[in-house]
């Protein structure tokens, strides 16, 4: 089985209220070449803040409020919800970030969906490269996943120049792929 992560692929991080550069091109390929990518399952991850955030400047964290749970900011990108809908395979959606004290850059670590057990492969793609999807690829690798992953390098925006996410994707020795390889 092949499994598609797709990490916090949320308003905010693409116009709204901390945007990553080439995060709307990046998602808006990434919905258009959805059909071809050969995944049985995908996985959405998502923030989910509570207000007063702990990540949130206010409260003494480094980031804007973002990703309120049940706001415009916190919803699915919605080129990329479509194509999820209409998509081949199922859709499970993880959220994070949910207890107001905690702060999680990756999804899986405290452990990883049980589907992840039976993939062949698994591709991973996302906002930001250098925070959340960097720290769901380390996680990954420390689970035990790292021969298997792929990262998909276009739909996978960073806050910084890139250098992060690929010095990480270096060092860890995860295979790497463009939109326009599938």
């Known amino acids: 089985m092949k499994v598609l992560i797709i990490v916090d692929p949320q308003n905010d991080f693409i116009t709204g209220t901390l945007p990553v550069a080439g995060a709307k091109e990046a998602m808006d390929r990434l919905a258009t070449a959805l059909p071809k990518i050969p995944a049985e399952e995908i996985v959405v991850t998502m923030d989910a803040h509570p207000i007063g955030h702990c990540s949130f400047e206010a409260q003494g964290g480094m980031w804007p409020p973002h990703c309120v749970k049940y706001s415009v900011g916190a919803a699915l990108w919605e080129p990329l919800m479509e194509a999820l809908r209409v998509g081949q395979g199922p859709v499970h959606f993880i959220e994070k970030g949910v207890r107001k004290e905690l702060d999680e850059y990756s999804a899986f ?74």
Request: proline share 3%; with cysteine.
């Open 109 to 182: 670590a405290k452990g990883y969906p049980t589907l992840l057990d039976k993939a062949k492969e698994v591709f991973l793609c996302g906002i930001a490269g250098n925070v959340c999807v960097l720290y769901t690829l380390n996680d990954l690798v420390k689970h035990g996943l790292g021969q298997k992953l792929t990262v998909i390098t276009d739909a996978a925006p960073s806050l910084d120049d890139g250098t992060a996410l690929k010095d990480t994707i270096k060092e860890s020795g995860v295979g790497v792929i463009t939109l326009e390889d599938f």
